[in-house]
């Protein structure tokens, strides 16, 4: 017999690991990586619910378009699409005014849910003259200068929208601004002893 009386430590261990491996339900993670090609004017809109209010969890703004529908869940999101749309300006000043497009091939439809912040890129392809612009899994391809201005306009429009119906952060609610009363000096402020004579 061993020292611990029978029980052998690294069985028990290797017992353990294996029944928490079967006891849990099998997972697999999903990725899906989307792109969204534009050219063309393009036509968004916009739908609110909700109020810029930390409590209201359920506020969002809803934009869509033929093929795509985003919930914007918190001004974290909405400021990152935003900024990513105007900031890509000078990749947009390279692309043609407008160029031809043919009937609309209307696919699936895709929801997106932001929240928090992604990662954001900005590319030009010179080969294919695409502005793209990425964030997160999805990525934009615009065709020509029609295409990006009339979504940067509507993404201006969310942004100055966003913190009138937006929370800052969806699932962190802002800590409360400390109200300071600067009409009152503290006792430490106070001279002590006679006053100076000139």
């Known amino acids: 017999m061993s020292v611990h009386?029978?029980?052998?430590?690294?069985?028990a261990a290797v017992r353990r690991a294996t029944q928490?491996?079967?006891?849990?339900?099998?997972?697999?993670?999903?990725?899906?990586?989307?792109?969204?090609?534009?050219?063309?004017e393009q036509q968004l809109t916009l739908d609110t619910h909700g109020s810029g209010n930390r409590k209201d969890w359920g506020g969002h703004i809803a934009v869509s378009t033929d093929n795509l529908l985003i919930y914007l869940h918190d001004q974290l999101a909405a400021r990152q699409y935003a900024e990513a749309w105007i900031d890509s300006w000078y990749n947009a000043s390279r692309l043609p005014k407008t160029v031809t497009t043919g009937p609309a091939d209307h696919g699936p439809?895709?929801?997106?849910?932001?929240?928090?912040?992604?990662?954001?890129d900005?590319?030009?392809?010179?080969?294919?003259n695409l502005a793209i612009i990425r964030i997160g899994g999805l990525t934009w391809?615009?065709?020509?200068?029609?295409?990006w201005a009339t979504t940067e306009r509507k993404w201006r429009e969310l942004s100055a929208l966003a913190p009138?119906?937006?929370?800052?952060?969806?699932?962190?609610?802002?800590?409360p601004r400390?109200?300071?009363?600067?009409?009152?000096?503290?006792?430490?402020?106070?001279?002590?002893?006679?006053?100076?004579?000139?």
Not at 109 to 120: I, K, L, N, Q, S
């Open 5 to 11: 009386q029978g029980r052998d430590p690294l069985a």
């Open 20 to 40: 928490t491996r079967a006891e849990k339900p099998p997972s697999a993670g999903q990725q899906i990586l989307a792109t969204v090609d534009i050219a063309g």
């Open 109 to 120: 439809v895709m929801m997106v849910r932001a929240h928090g912040t992604d990662t954001v």
């Open 122 to 128: 900005h590319v030009f392809d010179a080969t294919q």
């Open 141 to 147: 391809r615009i065709h020509d200068q029609a295409a």
């Open 164 to 175: 009138l119906v937006l929370p800052v952060n969806r699932y962190q609610a802002a800590k």
């Open 178 to 198: 400390a109200t300071k009363d600067y009409e009152q000096r503290p006792a430490w402020a106070e001279i002590r002893g006679p006053r100076p004579t000139l």
